[in-house]
């Protein structure tokens, strides 16, 4: 979309609402009346970094630069609202602690074409929850002509919806995207969180992406479709089995998962969905067609063309997510790496296999995987420590809550400083 016709949407809308992300994926905005549209368009705005903890609070001036080709008007409270994320500068430089900043500059030396699906599963809040069952139809999903309603509001924002269907849990829901390049993508999850809270608070409702926001209850997932591309050429591709490239990629995403996680499971909350029985997986595993293992090579046809990661959550940081995917696969495919052997049995049921690695079953646990770790946080640069800065103190947080209400360390109940922490986040 060019400039011009940016401007001339944006000078009928009544707000302008200019968004960052910080290196938690928490989306930070600023409202704008849309008389000084060129001059919103040119300059964006300043801002505190430290308050958002994007930087030191000696040195926290940064300016955040509208990205026009994100433009996404809808309607919210009665208004309409031009919505726009942005680059964040500082100095008239790129900001390299801005994660969309960092994936933008990797992807320029990414020797290949990515494309990513995610399906991003949510709760509706209500209090007399509905026993509804995985792809249950409506009156049983009683939410289903709201999401309709949703789904054409989201496919006219160009989202490019696949499918919607109830999920195992009561009142659980997936909304499935058509895949999109890494970058566009991320823009579209973090938007898409964000208009899909405005949508149901319209229509009365709270929801949660919270991994975890019931004991006893399936989680939510971020299930990520992956497939490579160079020149035209689907790498992944080889009849109805899987090229060397494409196994070189999952063997690269299991090279590295100790310190990936992190990135993919971004909370404490996100290691109470990591258990099993619940449709995530536990073990550094791969297999045809298996909902168990924490790569699914999808098999319904006679082709395959893409692998799923099933362990990511709707909290990750989509850019930071995303860019240590494609890190850990990118790896693998240079070095040539081989997997180990397919699973074709289901691990929930299977009493613990020693030669398979487990996945990190606390926040703890996957920060010290990732300090331990080298690709990520060379990729990472600067941000790495500040992930870590970050995360521990989220850890020690929690940790001090757990001591107040006298619960272990290794508890699975959710606790209310969770529920306070990622609710709404």
Not at 57 to 83: C, H, K, N, Q, W
Not at 109 to 114: A, G, I, N, Q
Not at 144 to 164: A, N, Q, T, Y
Not at 189 to 208: E, N, P, V
């Amino acid at each position: 979309m060019k400039n011009e016709e940016v401007k001339k949407i944006l000078e009928k809308v009544d707000f302008i609402e200019l968004g960052i992300v910080n290196v938690l994926g928490q989306l930070k905005t600023r409202t704008f009346l849309n008389k000084n549209v060129d001059e919103i368009l040119e300059y964006g705005f300043g801002f505190d970094g430290s308050s958002v903890g994007m930087a030191r609070i000696e040195d926290s001036d940064l300016v955040a630069l509208p990205d026009m080709s994100t433009l996404r008007v809808f309607d919210a409270g009665g208004y309409i609202i031009g919505f726009m994320l942005c680059n964040v500068f500082k100095r008239e430089k790129p900001f390299m602690a801005d994660p969309r900043n960092l994936l933008k500059s990797f992807l320029e030396k990414y020797p290949y074409t990515s494309y990513l699906g995610p399906e991003i599963e949510f709760y509706i809040i209500r209090e007399n929850k509905q026993n509804g069952n995985y792809m249950d139809p409506y009156p049983v999903d009683v939410f289903k002509p709201l999401k309709r309603e949703l789904l054409l509001k989201l496919d006219s924002l160009g989202f490019d919806v696949k499918l919607e269907h109830h999920e195992v849990g009561q009142d659980q829901h997936e909304i499935t995207i058509r895949y999109d390049n890494p970058l566009t993508m991320a823009d579209k999850i973090i938007f898409y969180k964000y208009f899909l809270r405005s949508f149901f608070k319209d229509k009365g409702f709270d929801i949660t992406f919270m991994p975890k926001p019931f004991f006893g209850m399936a989680g939510n997932g971020m299930h990520c479709h992956i497939s490579v591309w160079e020149n035209g050429k689907n790498l992944f591709e080889n009849g109805t089995s899987l090229s060397e490239e494409g196994m070189s990629f999952i063997a690269g995403l299991m090279e590295h998962a100790q310190e990936m996680t992190l990135l993919t499971n971004f909370t404490v909350n996100s290691y109470k969905r990591l258990v099993p029985g619940y449709e995530a997986p536990c073990y550094v595993s791969w297999g045809f067609g298996n909902r168990s293992a924490m790569i699914r090579v999808p098999s319904y046809r006679n082709k395959v063309s893409t692998i799923e990661l099933r362990s990511p959550d709707p909290l990750v940081n989509p850019y930071l997510a995303f860019l240590s995917i494609l890190s850990a696969g990118l790896d693998g495919i240079e070095k040539g790496l081989k997997p180990s052997s397919p699973i074709n049995f289901n691990l929930f049921k299977t009493p613990r296999v020693e030669d398979i690695e487990v996945l990190p079953s606390t926040l703890e646990q996957a920060i010290s995987n990732f300090i331990k770790g080298k690709l990520l946080k060379k990729v990472l640069g600067d941000v790495a420590s500040s992930i870590v800065e970050l995360k521990k103190n989220e850890w020690d947080s929690y940790i001090s809550h757990l001591s107040q209400i006298e619960k272990p360390t290794d508890t699975l109940e959710i606790t209310e400083w969770e529920k306070k922490m990622y609710f709404y986040m």
